[in-house]
DNA sequence: ATATAAAGGGACTATCACAGTCCTTTTAGG
DNA sequence: CCTAAAAGGACTGTGATAGTCCCTTTATAT
């Protein structure tokens, strides 16, 4: 239970990557990858998420790749794995109220809902500065 | 992420069940699986497990059936959800130290270690006599 | 304009865990 | 010794994960 993918690992290698760069600089899938030993094919569909969910920039043809859409103290380890693991919910009951038929005799509910909670605000309070170790 | 399987569902329904029964009655698997609506030969296994771990004590032949080992308040749902999914672990790097070469250079890995920390305390406060409702 | 260097996107595949089923064996009572 | 139960092993279908491959689009440089 509560695993993160191997998807969700190489995001956040990736991402912590950039984040380790100058603000300003266009970083290459290649060299992304390559730093972090992850299959680049792999990783650029992990960046693809990235940037539809706004939190990198990306320049395609010559001198293209990708930055940061933010400054790393503004993005959150919680937008980051939500980005390509989609939003964490440990029960599928807990998605919304009426999702499961057993729903209003189901005493474990509230548990799960706090552990979801939990976590989350956890995981918000890490920013991408933390985590690079600026 | 952090979804609870099936199986882990089925197994936290299956033992709600059993706490709210009379302390000394041995239920029938099968009357269990109709009560939770839990295919028969699935939760089979499950309390296979949860025999194992000694959180049901199993009677075998005529008039056999399952009773919980212990009285509902000292049985916990922490206990349960990881007699049936293994130990909770966010991150495989969680598991042990170690585990990736990337350990010591991983600024992620205290996060994750974290959220598990904070996830199994939160299960291990809630017992089966809170979920049963008694 | 055209060659080239990047990311974007769709389609495809292999592997593995999950979610079960089925059948035989063991254990206990009547 | 017949029957009722759990125990255990072997097997299977399905779906998610973890990729790969190839073609298209976009931008730059010459």
Redesign the pocket.
Known sequence: MMEL???GD?AIRGIVYLAGQPLDKIS???DIAAAVQV?Q??L??I??QF??SGIVK?????????MLARPPEQITLLEVVEAVEGPITPNRCVIAAGECERDSICTVHPVWARVKQQTRSLLAEVSLKDLAGI
Do not use: M
């Not at 990306?58 to 990708?66: A, K, L, M, P």
């Open positions: 993918t191997r998807k190489y290459l899938l290649s299959p094919t792999f650029a569909k960046f693809q940037s539809k990306s320049y395609r043809g010559t001198g293209g790749g990708f």
